[in-house]
């Protein structure tokens, strides 16, 4: 973890597995307390300012706290996998060495997670409308969707034409109305067990 110029900077080579997936599945940060707000996509003209993160070219930028403790807990939320704390030394400001890395265990929420399948005619895309009172979800940037087979296990659907929007997930291939897609036909008609 990087630690010049006043900004924290995790990036694909960071040693949590899927690195590059994981820094754009997170979805809240919290340093020495203090909740931050994401800023979305940085460029060469702006930086993260006090209480803020961002995105650039595949890594996460956080801004460091203003102080100069030995520790400092970082606590980074993803939606789909593992949400890590991170004590790091702020003593410097050249670097940000890290002192303890463990796995924060969510507290799990009781809410549906969507409150609709449907198919949107007007764009010809299969709908899941992810239920507003769970916060968690409606800031992701990813999905992974699993089918649960014959054997009782969920299998990992790959498949790019599933995208997340705000508040909807949406599968886009073979979208229309002749030819619908086996992926949203699973989730609208029911015919398969599916997590998302």
């Not at 800023?39 to 060469?44: P, Q, S």
């Not at 924060?104 to 010809?124: C, D, I, L, S």
């Not at 296990?153 to 229309?176: A, L, R």
């Amino acid at each position: 973890m990087g630690g010049d110029d006043g900004e924290l900077t995790i990036g694909s080579g960071f040693a949590v597995k899927d690195a590059g997936e994981w820094i754009k599945s997170i979805t809240a940060i919290t340093v020495d307390g203090v909740k931050y707000s994401n800023v979305g996509e940085l460029d060469y003209r702006n930086k993260v300012k006090e209480n803020q993160y961002g995105f650039t070219w595949g890594m996460l930028k956080i801004r460091r706290p203003n102080n100069n403790k030995k520790e400092v807990a970082l606590v980074l939320e993803s939606s789909i996998y593992k949400s890590y704390t991170i004590i790091f030394d702020n003593s410097s400001p050249y670097s940000a060495d890290i002192i303890s890395m463990e796995e924060t265990k969510k507290v799990q929420n009781t809410e549906p997670a969507f409150t609709e399948a449907r198919y949107n005619t007007a764009y010809g895309v299969h709908e899941i409308i992810i239920n507003p009172k769970r916060e968690d979800l409606l800031k992701s940037t990813a999905v992974k969707m699993f089918v649960k087979g014959r054997d009782g296990t969920y299998k990992e659907v790959v498949n790019k034409s599933i995208k997340v929007k705000t508040g909807i997930v949406e599968i886009t291939d073979y979208n229309n109305k002749y030819y619908p897609t086996a992926l949203g036909n699973l989730i609208v008609e029911g015919e398969n067990e599916v997590k998302i």
